[in-house]
């Protein structure tokens, strides 16, 4: 069974070294008589990584947005706010907020088609070391995040910035440089020596046994597939690998790079990992000289700078991009590091083009990715047992916090809601669902989610639910899939399937989460909302435009309704239909399809009992509907990305930007393995949408988007979910919490004004 282990996901563990506030909220400050108070926040674990430039999971991201300020901030719908120096009121909920940030960024499209983003900082502002913030930290901030041999999150080179290219080209790391090269044998160049070439093969060849050994344990030992006796061949089989019978650890490992090739991104090798990136294996396997193979080496002519980066005062710049580009908004707001702290002063000299450190030498600023210094509410003071420890910053430019102390300590997932009622945390995220609300309603003497002992807000999950379509496959003919017969063969098996949505959904989250209706996050500004004009529920219309359902209308009315409209729509396919049933299919289609679920062959999936009552039903009238239950998730991944998926149950998760590229572009990655969907018409107008910053006109683009998804009928939209923060009621004065907390503003967001007891 194979997880894909996100940059953002991480195995848990369970550490209780540290003394919470407990009841009391506070404790005695070394006995000094002054009064201590301390927040305890329950989290997962932490790989250590407590640098914006280099943090590896959302948990530390977490403790980031505690200690640092990003040049803009997003609203409680995750727009980005403009004019965060000035104080920006917008309203949400009914309610006008006052949003206060480090800059104001004004956005011009010139007439030669590039695009000014200015941006004036506040004045005043310093780091929690008591140096000033100035436009030079953002500068350096933004040079480490576009240098070329940078290999952090960030993707700000993504975007067409001016002159960009020209200063990346020309430079590569000296490790990229031997992995383009390969294994196969050393050629004299300048770019390395035989040495270091020899030596870097012998560790990624080391790395990489105990990185597929490192899976086979995870089989055994955490997801029990496999037995610790069965052969190497048989446990990676239940990762999606086929090996001979007498295969080795290191056969398994040279599949993997077959597979993947020397990719060590999450793309690539990485998407293979049970834990531990192949990277930090590679690191850990060459010791102190690993930083000599991740310098960059001059390969070339490339500029001395970004001349799409300008500075225009001590608190001002302009970032000029080649073209619109509407994520690009998302991107701008880098988190401010110091240049002083997290640079080398002696080589910055902006006029000189010096910004901080040797172009394709990161070194110094990795050197102090464990211990940050921002311009947050709270200093980073240590991260030791488990658990990190962060002290309030007094000279906070928002204010002191209220505050002292603020402990983040790992944990299982499981203990989450027992330590917020015993008093060992005070905030915290547990897995929702019915059984976690039952837990928390008998916490409460009120019997209900938010009580005398814990206060419970939900928000929306950034992403949702859905059952794919490959378009290539399920279909009549040799095309595409793209034809109208084709269609209506996916909208007939998609109608079935979406009126049991409703029942499913409720099984398995109850009040948890919500059928949704279009392919979109529900929390995106860009969803459709059923006040909106052209609001359709998805797939409730007949082959001829009609509604299929009408007010008061049962269940099993319903039901019905909708196996005479997939009739209609097979029949509009060219499959024969007789007295109510298909009797015969057209050339070149099935009889049958096959939707495959992650349910780890026990059924445990939101999407699992719609998918087994539309069986039977289309069973009743003909068509074979084959619900495959997979044990071995692997199995499916391997299949969509192969092409040979007919149809899958899945979730996407959002980003705030509702870019839809990647998965609707007939050249977007995701596309291209999922759907298949190749319409000139969608292509046209997700780029328009991308050449716009309108948040009206895009939302008006995405709608006749969505429409055209529909339209193709490749994914049903099946659920959006809820996740959960609990809080003690006995603990944190509930009355300083910041209210309206969304999917974009979290309970910290106004963390300098939160009290405990």
Same mark, same amino acid.
């Given at each position: 069974?194979?997880?894909?282990?996100?940059?953002?996901?991480?195995?848990?563990?369970?550490?209780?070294?540290?003394?919470?506030?407990?009841?009391?909220?506070?404790?005695?400050?070394?006995?000094?008589?002054?009064?201590?108070?301390?927040?305890?926040?329950?989290?997962?674990?932490?790989?250590?990584?407590?640098?914006?430039?280099?943090?590896?999971?959302?948990?530390?991201?977490?403790?980031?947005?505690?200690?640092?300020?990003?040049?803009?901030?997003?609203?409680?719908?995750?727009?980005?706010?403009?004019?965060?120096?000035?104080?920006?009121?917008?309203?949400?909920?009914?309610?006008?907020?006052?949003?206060?940030?480090?800059?104001?960024?004004?956005?011009?499209?010139?007439?030669?088609?590039?695009?000014?983003?200015?941006?004036?900082?506040?004045?005043?502002?310093?780091?929690?070391?008591?140096?000033?913030?100035?436009?030079?930290?953002?500068?350096?901030?933004?040079?480490?995040?576009?240098?070329?041999?940078?290999?952090?999150?960030?993707?700000?080179?993504?975007?067409?910035?001016?002159?960009?290219?020209?200063?990346?080209?020309?430079?590569?790391?000296?490790?990229?440089?031997?992995?383009?090269?390969?294994?196969?044998?050393?050629?004299?160049?300048?770019?390395?020596?035989?040495?270091?070439?020899?030596?870097?093969?012998?560790?990624?060849?080391?790395?990489?046994?105990?990185?597929?050994?490192?899976?086979?344990?995870?089989?055994?030992?955490?997801?029990?597939?496999?037995?610790?006796?069965?052969?190497?061949?048989?446990?990676?089989?239940?990762?999606?690998?086929?090996?001979?019978?007498?295969?080795?650890?290191?056969?398994?490992?040279?599949?993997?790079?077959?597979?993947?090739?020397?990719?060590?991104?999450?793309?690539?090798?990485?998407?293979?990992?049970?834990?531990?990136?192949?990277?930090?294996?590679?690191?850990?396997?060459?010791?102190?000289?690993?930083?000599?193979?991740?310098?960059?080496?001059?390969?070339?002519?490339?500029?001395?700078?970004?001349?799409?980066?300008?500075?225009?005062?001590?608190?001002?710049?302009?970032?000029?991009?080649?073209?619109?580009?509407?994520?690009?908004?998302?991107?701008?707001?880098?988190?401010?590091?110091?240049?002083?702290?997290?640079?080398?002063?002696?080589?910055?000299?902006?006029?000189?083009?010096?910004?901080?450190?040797?172009?394709?030498?990161?070194?110094?600023?990795?050197?102090?990715?464990? *211990?940050?210094?921002?311009?947050? @509410?709270?200093?980073?003071? +240590?991260? /030791?047992?488990?658990? %990190? =420890?962060? $002290?309030?910053?007094?000279?906070?430019?928002?204010?002191?916090?209220?505050?002292?102390?603020?402990?983040?300590?790992?944990?299982?997932?499981?203990?989450?809601?027992?330590?917020?009622?015993?008093?060992?945390?005070?905030?915290?995220?547990?897995?929702?669902?019915?059984?976690?609300?039952?837990?928390?309603?008998?916490?409460?003497?009120?019997?209900?989610?938010?009580?005398?002992?814990?206060?419970?807000?939900?928000?929306?999950?950034?992403?949702?639910?859905?059952?794919?379509?490959?378009?290539?496959?399920?279909?009549?003919?040799?095309?595409?899939?793209?034809?109208?017969?084709?269609?209506?063969?996916?909208?007939?098996?998609?109608?079935?399937?979406?009126?049991?949505?409703?029942?499913?959904?409720?099984?398995?989250?109850?009040?948890? *989460?919500?059928?949704?209706?279009? @392919?979109?996050?529900?929390? +995106?500004? /860009?969803?459709?909302? %059923? =006040?909106? $004009?052209?609001?359709?529920?998805?797939?409730?219309?007949?082959?001829?435009?009609?509604?299929?359902?009408?007010?008061?209308?049962?269940?099993?009315?319903?039901?019905?309704?909708?196996?005479?409209?997939?009739?209609?729509?097979?029949?509009?396919?060219?499959?024969?239909?007789?007295?109510?049933?298909?009797?015969?299919?057209?050339?070149?289609?099935?009889?049958?399809?096959?939707?495959?679920?992650?349910?780890?062959?026990?059924?445990?999936?939101?999407?699992?009992?719609?998918?087994?009552?539309?069986?039977?039903?289309?069973?009743?009238?003909?068509?074979?509907?084959?619900?495959?239950?997979?044990?071995?998730?692997?199995?499916?991944?391997?299949?969509?990305?192969?092409?040979?998926?007919?149809?899958?149950?899945?979730?996407?998760?959002?980003?705030?930007?509702?870019?839809?590229?990647?998965?609707?572009? +007939?050249?977007?990655?995701?596309?291209?393995?999922?759907?298949?969907?190749?319409?000139?018409?969608?292509?046209?107008?997700?780029?328009?949408?991308?050449?716009?910053?309108?948040?009206?006109?895009?939302?008006?683009?995405?709608?006749?988007?969505?429409?055209?998804?529909?339209?193709?009928?490749?994914?049903?939209?099946?659920?959006?979910?809820?996740?959960?923060?609990?809080?003690?009621?006995?603990?944190?004065?509930?009355?300083?919490?910041?209210?309206?907390?969304?999917?974009?503003?979290?309970?910290?967001?106004?963390?300098?004004?939160?009290?405990?007891?």
């Amino acid at each position: 069974m194979k997880k894909a282990i996100a940059l953002i996901l991480s195995l848990v563990m369970c550490v209780s070294l540290f003394t919470a506030c407990g009841k009391q909220g506070s404790t005695d400050d070394q006995g000094t008589g002054t009064t201590a108070k301390t927040l305890v926040v329950g989290t997962q674990n932490f790989d250590g990584k407590f640098s914006p430039f280099f943090y590896t999971n959302s948990y530390e991201n977490d403790v980031m947005n505690m200690v640092f300020d990003a040049l803009l901030l997003t609203d409680r719908e995750g727009s980005v706010v403009l004019k965060g120096a000035d104080g920006e009121v917008r309203p949400y909920n009914g309610t006008d907020y006052t949003y206060t940030g480090v800059a104001n960024c004004d956005i011009v499209e010139n007439e030669d088609g590039t695009v000014d983003y200015n941006i004036t900082m506040k004045q005043g502002i310093k780091f929690s070391d008591g140096e000033e913030m100035t436009i030079d930290d953002v500068i350096f901030s933004y040079y480490v995040l576009l240098d070329p041999t940078y290999d952090g999150v960030s993707t700000l080179y993504s975007i067409p910035i001016k002159g960009l290219e020209a200063y990346r080209t020309g430079m590569e790391s000296r490790m990229n440089l031997i992995l383009a090269a390969g294994p196969d044998g050393y050629t004299a160049t300048d770019y390395f020596t035989e040495d270091q070439y020899n030596t870097f093969w012998a560790a990624f060849n080391a790395a990489g046994v105990k990185f597929a050994q490192e899976i086979l344990d995870y089989v055994v030992d955490s997801e029990g597939y496999a037995a610790a006796t069965d052969s190497v061949a048989a446990q990676a089989g239940n990762w999606g690998f086929e090996l001979a019978e007498d295969a080795t650890v290191e056969d398994f490992w040279a599949a993997i790079v077959e597979a993947r090739g020397y990719d060590l991104s999450d793309e690539g090798i990485n998407a293979e990992t049970a834990g531990t990136s192949i990277s930090a294996l590679l690191e850990a396997e060459i010791g102190d000289s690993f930083s000599d193979y991740t310098l960059g080496v001059q390969t070339g002519e490339s500029a001395p700078n970004v001349s799409g980066i300008v500075k225009t005062g001590d608190y001002s710049m302009t970032v000029t991009l080649t073209e619109v580009s509407a994520t690009a908004i998302y991107q701008i707001p880098v988190t401010i590091c110091p240049v002083h702290y997290y640079g080398e002063m002696d080589k910055y000299d902006y006029d000189n083009n010096k910004f901080g450190f040797d172009k394709g030498d990161l070194s110094h600023v990795k050197s102090v990715t464990s *211990a940050p210094i921002g311009s947050g @509410p709270f200093t980073f003071k +240590s991260y /030791a047992n488990g658990a %990190v =420890t962060l $002290e309030k910053n007094p000279g906070y430019w928002k204010g002191e916090p209220k505050i002292d102390t603020v402990i983040w300590r790992e944990m299982l997932d499981v203990d989450k809601i027992p330590g917020v009622v015993s008093g060992t945390i005070d905030i915290t995220d547990p897995s929702y669902s019915a059984k976690a609300a039952e837990q928390i309603k008998s916490a409460n003497s009120n019997g209900e989610i938010s009580g005398d002992v814990i206060q419970t807000d939900l928000v929306a999950n950034l992403g949702y639910g859905y059952v794919g379509f490959n378009a290539n496959r399920v279909k009549v003919g040799t095309g595409n899939g793209g034809d109208e017969a084709s269609k209506d063969l996916r909208k007939a098996i998609a109608t079935v399937i979406a009126v049991y949505r409703d029942v499913a959904v409720d099984s398995y989250y109850g009040e948890f *989460a919500n059928v949704i209706n279009y @392919p979109i996050s529900d929390t +995106s500004w /860009a969803a459709p909302r %059923v =006040t909106d $004009e052209g609001y359709k529920i998805a797939f409730s219309v007949d082959v001829d435009g009609n509604d299929i359902y009408t007010d008061g209308m049962s269940a099993e009315d319903k039901y019905a309704a909708a196996k005479q409209a997939a009739l209609g729509y097979f029949e509009a396919a060219g499959y024969t239909v007789t007295d109510g049933k298909i009797t015969a299919a057209p050339a070149d289609a099935r009889m049958d399809a096959e939707v495959m679920v992650g349910g780890s062959g026990t059924g445990d999936h939101p999407t699992f009992m719609a998918l087994t009552l539309a069986s039977e039903a289309l069973k009743e009238i003909g068509f074979n509907l084959i619900v495959s239950d997979m044990s071995n998730f692997a199995e499916m991944t391997n299949a969509i990305n192969a092409g040979t998926a007919d149809m899958f149950a899945m979730a996407w998760q959002a980003t705030p930007d509702p870019d839809m590229f990647q998965i609707y572009h +007939s050249k977007g990655g995701s596309n291209e393995k999922s759907y298949w969907i190749k319409d000139a018409e969608l292509d046209d107008l997700i780029m328009q949408a991308r050449q716009s910053t309108d948040q009206t006109y895009r939302k008006t683009l995405y709608k006749e988007c969505l429409d055209i998804v529909a339209d193709w009928a490749v994914e049903i939209p099946v659920y959006q979910r809820q996740n959960c923060i609990i809080l003690s009621s006995q603990r944190v004065n509930l009355d300083t919490v910041t209210p309206d907390i969304t999917t974009y503003w979290n309970w910290y967001n106004d963390l300098e004004l939160l009290e405990v007891k």
